[in-house]
């Protein structure tokens, strides 16, 4: 559900779920960061064909989403230009929206050709952040004894710091 909804109009990433699992076991961790991905296909598949039905509707949506801006749009759609579907692969690296690429994808990619660049371009943020977690758990919990509570603290801080630094920064923008 956090993967359709952050792929639709949600403004926080499922990867603070996935990195959360991941602190008390890999299985849970990598069960559902391929729920997020089948949520966030299933959402960008929404967009995408929302997006070519009414993209006007939908640049209305994506513009009262917190933190979204018309820069963001463009910028999404200059990447598409000048990299074509590789551009999925510049969100992650970049804190653009999701969603954003999938309402900017119409006019460049058909729907299965989105979908297929989406699987490795989502997936592999997904597994990243959730393996940095699972790891740091690992180490906390062997070099300096961290309990469950202790280490579920320290995720919530990393996360409510990282939106604090990424949601200023937007803004700054």
Known sequence: MWGFAEATVFFIVPDLL??????FS?????????AALAGALTGGAAVYLAA??????VSFVMRMVPFV?????????????DAGNWALFYGPLSGTPYKLYAFAAPPFASLATFLAVSIPARLLRFLVVGGVSLLGAYLL???LKCSDRVLV???AVAWIAFYIFYW??????
């Open 69 to 81: 801006s018309d820069l963001m749009i463009a910028k999404v759609r200059n990447e598409y230009a």
């Open 168 to 173: 200023g920064n937007i803004l700054k923008a």
């Open 52 to 57: 070519s039905h009414a993209p006007a509707f």
């Open 141 to 143: 919990r062997r070099f």
């Open 18 to 23: 996935i990195s959360l699992c991941a602190i």
């Open 26 to 34: 890999r299985s849970l961790y990598l069960r559902t960061a391929f």
């Open 153 to 155: 603290r320290i995720h």
